[in-house]
């Protein structure tokens, strides 16, 4: 029986909720004599029923999943498939989601915006087991922990937890109270408790404030 060839190649799953995206990416890694596709996802929950079936070599994730948490996706990879090693493709180059997506557990941070060439080799250094990161991003790791530069005010992103960053996010986007629990699946509750501990942190005085912060910061992020 002759061998299936792909067999030998490495196994990659894509979970971005832009189906351009995932085509593109798709068709660039089928292309390579060492890389396959194995299956594609939309939303965090159908990636890690995906990865959990196929027990890929590489997760391609997108930080800016709707409605869950990119961040939150890793951590949970992480935890139930540690395995699979995750890249992160993203829009964002602020390096406050960087360090968030590091702390999850990922192995390499690229840009969305980068060459072709770039994301193979990304993505070829992940399986080596080598972490990756842009360029841009290298740069401005090695400004902050190797020079010892910091920021000269501290940001929401900079003081806030990974899930209370997200519940600060999804009040920027206008979402109630009511339906951050229910995007987030947690209780009404919790997202008040998470909302409390926020406007703490970033000294805020009432529930209006917080919301008008909230769409504030949400707004330059959208102009990036």
């Not at 960053?165 to 339906?179: A, I, K, P």
Request: with cysteine; aromatic share 6%; proline share 5%.
């Amino acid at each position: 029986m002759t061998p299936d060839p792909d067999s030998r190649k490495n196994k990659i799953i894509i979970v971005d909720d832009h189906p351009l995206v995932r085509e593109w990416l798709s068709n660039l890694i089928n292309q390579q004599p060492d890389l396959m596709v194995c299956g594609e996802a939309g939303t965090a929950p159908d990636g890690l029923k995906l990865i959990a079936t196929a027990k890929p070599r590489v997760a391609i994730v997108d930080l800016s999943l709707q409605p869950d948490s990119g961040v939150e996706l890793i951590k949970t990879i992480k935890a139930t498939c540690p395995e699979t090693a995750v890249l992160v493709l993203s829009m964002h180059e602020e390096l406050f989601y960087v360090e968030r997506a590091l702390r999850a557990g990922a192995w390499g941070y690229i840009m969305k915006r980068e060459a072709t060439r770039n994301v193979l080799q990304a993505i070829r250094s992940v399986l080596e087991g080598k972490p990756y990161f842009s360029a841009e991003i290298a740069a401005m790791m090695a400004e902050k922990f190797v020079e010892g530069k910091l920021p000269a005010t501290a940001s929401p992103p900079d003081l806030l937890s990974d899930r209370e960053l997200q519940v600060f996010q999804l009040l920027g986007r206008c979402r109630s109270t009511r339906q951050i629990a229910e995007e987030m699946h947690i209780s009404f509750r919790t997202v008040q408790s998470f909302c409390t501990r926020i406007k703490a942190k970033l000294k805020l005085s009432s529930a209006s404030e917080l919301l008008r912060e909230a769409v504030r910061w949400q707004d330059r992020q959208d102009k990036i």
